[in-house]
């Protein structure tokens, strides 16, 4: 099955950290957006990434359906709300560990 990784493009490098009450009822309903992906099982990997410099998000998403993964990403309150905007990409190659 196709993986996809999104990226979170924050509005500013410390955005994870400094959120303002606006912004954390926003990314509390782009977590909730995002819900029935992770209920199915399509979503391997979903949050905030830090580093010493910046913040940002990132899913990683098993899907045969690329345009409704797109449109998904799309209605993100996120993104409706102008607040960050997502970076799609398709894994071209890889591994996942078996449990």
Do not use: K
Not at 5 to 15: D, G, K
Not at 29 to 41: D, I, K, N
Not at 53 to 67: H, L
Not at 69 to 86: G, H, I, K, N, Y
């Amino acid at each position: 099955m196709p993986t996809f990784v999104l990226r979170l493009i924050a509005p500013r490098p410390n955005f994870a950290q400094t959120l303002t009450d606006s912004e954390q009822a926003i990314m509390n309903s782009h977590a909730a957006h995002w819900r029935p992906y992770l209920e199915r099982g399509d979503m391997v990997v979903f949050g905030p990434v830090l580093t010493d410099e910046d913040s940002y998000g990132i899913a990683v998403v098993e899907t045969d359906d690329e345009q409704a993964l797109r449109e998904f990403a799309a209605q993100d309150p996120v993104v409706t709300t102008r607040t960050a905007a997502f970076e799609l990409g398709r894994l071209a190659a890889g591994h996942v560990r078996v449990r």
